[in-house]
């Protein structure tokens, strides 16, 4: 036999050499394309259990109708309870929260919700100019 390592360098006997200088047969090969092809299926089907919108309280919130503090109160959230957001508002001040346990939605300020993963998923883009009016001719003064 001949010391070749290129990839693609099949020999006679059913064997092949990966590169590394040592024959590897057809069969490893397509074992080792199987486990690849059970291990990409298992990080996608796990992809949208680990994208979802959650948070946790941080202490005890009011929820209010609305997104503000002069809304009614309509539930409270207790500390580290975790919910879903729907939406936020500019610079995710107030969050739209439905709750896991089947409580009330409704709005909670943003910054006593902990994870910014599902405050930037949900809220709406900054971009910090009047896409508009890029340069502010428009302006007064």
């Known amino acids: 036999m001949s010391e070749l390592t290129e990839p693609s360098f099949v020999l006679g006997d059913d064997r092949r ?4 200088g040592r024959p590897v047969t057809r069969l490893a090969m397509h074992r080792s394309g199987i486990v690849f092809a059970a291990a990409l299926l298992a990080a996608l089907a796990a992809g949208p259990a680990l994208a979802d919108d959650t948070a946790r ?3 005890i919130l009011a ?3 609305g997104p503000g503090d002069f809304y009614p109160t309509i539930d409270k959230l207790m500390k580290n309870e975790r919910v879903t957001l729907d939406q936020c508002t500019w610079r995710a ?3 739209h929260i439905q709750q896991l346990d089947g409580g009330p939605s409704g709005w909670v300020p943003g910054s006593y919700l902990v994870g910014s993963a599902a405050k ?3 809220t709406p883009f ?3 100019f009047d896409p508009l009016d ?3 001719f428009h302006r007064r003064w």
């Open 63 to 65: 929820v209010h109708t």
């Open 93 to 95: 001040r107030w969050c």
């Open 126 to 128: 900054d971009f910090g």
């Open 17 to 20: 050499y990966t590169g590394a």
């Open 57 to 59: 309280a941080s202490g």
């Open 120 to 122: 930037n998923a949900v």
């Open 134 to 136: 890029p340069l502010p």
